[in-house]
């Protein structure tokens, strides 16, 4: 069972915890961001913030180990 | 056969039904949870924190254990399950993304097809010397793909209109390219891999 129910974690999450929360947080980030900018400046910057959030998610998960 | 019934249940009402900003962006959070978890193992393997990726070597092992009669095992039933499913739902997202536009659902599908005959094809032809490509580098490469298509939709979802268009996933993919050579480095740094 304890297995089965760790196969479920991995096949949803992947390895790792801290992964699926950076993805959430970056996400999450994205959204207040997107509320704060003005429209223009989010259209044309807002990928780049995230694309910058998204690799701060892949580094800080490397870091972590976890 | 479990990703084809998903995209035909799903599919249609996803595309017809749902909002295409929220669409967009779940399946972008999903193939980021998918392109990352690939991303950190590649980097990993690259550092040699991890053990090289080699499917055939997997596989010889898997035979070997399936000769000598293992009990059944559910939990390796449900990770080889998982890991068809889920190399499958990636495609069967990027396609629903991709067709989610009015007028673009048959270009997807027909690419798709291609891809898809393409795949089979170029397996059937080259399954021998595809044994000898670094399995380890091709799986990063698919990292990069899956998180660059991940940020891109996610980002479209959010009201980002990209720099150049689709065109976009070429400059995204060199980007994250090269946080993973960078994060590669760092690792290699930090622990050195002894010599000999």
Known sequence: MRALLGSLRSLLFGETWSLPLGVAGALCAALLLRSALPQGLWG???G???AALVAAALTLSLRLGR | MAV??????????LLSGA??????VLIGSLLL?????????????MAGRRRRSSAFEEYAEEREELASGAP???AARLVAFKGV??????????????????????????GTAVALLLVVGIGLLLHAPLRRLPETQLKLGVGVALTSFGTFFSAEGLGVRWPFGDAAL??????????AWLATRRLRLAAPVPAG
Do not use: M, N, Q
């Open chain 2, 4 to 13: 084809v019934a998903l995209c035909l249940a799903l599919g249609p009402a």
């Open chain 2, 170 to 179: 070429l400059y995204l993919a060199a980007g994250f390219a090269a946080v």
């Open chain 2, 19 to 24: 909002d295409l900003g929220l669409l967009r």
């Open chain 2, 85 to 110: 499913f889920l190399e499958g739902l990636e495609v069967g997202l990027i396609v629903l993304a991709l067709g989610g536009t009015p007028g673009r659902l048959a270009p997807a599908l027909a």
């Open chain 1, 44 to 46: 044309h910057a807002g």
């Open chain 2, 72 to 74: 059944s095992d559910w």
């Open chain 2, 33 to 45: 949870l998918f392109g990352l978890e690939w991303l950190r193992k590649g980097v990993l393997r």
């Open chain 1, 48 to 50: 780049f913030l995230i």
